[in-house]
């Protein structure tokens, strides 16, 4: 019979809903920006959908982003189809 592991809580594994109290920006070295000199944003929420660390806010007016929780992964500058997110340098 094997032996059965434990995992506990620690560094590494996080309880469910804790990236809300883990700021992981401050350790990126890019950022987005929302970049509309060729085209303008649609408000199509496809890099509000695809951001793992719900680190974008759209309205009616304009997109935010959340530096404080981006990790600067760049799947909303990916996933945008008008192509207005950049992936600037801190």
Do not use: H, Q, R
């Not at 309880?15 to 987005?32: D, L, R, Y």
């Not at 309205?59 to 996933?79: L, P, R, S, W």
């Amino acid at each position: 019979m094997a032996k059965e592991t434990k995992i506990t809580i620690g560094a590494s594994v996080n309880e469910p809903g804790s990236s809300k109290t883990n700021k992981t920006g401050s350790w990126t070295a890019v950022k987005p920006v929302l970049d509309e000199s060729k085209a303008k944003c649609i408000k199509c929420n496809i890099c509000w959908m695809n951001c793992p660390d719900s680190a974008i806010k759209v309205t009616d007016k304009t997109v935010e982003f959340d530096y404080d929780y981006c990790k600067g992964c760049g799947i909303c500058a990916k996933t945008c189809p008008v192509k207005v997110i950049k992936m600037v340098k801190k």
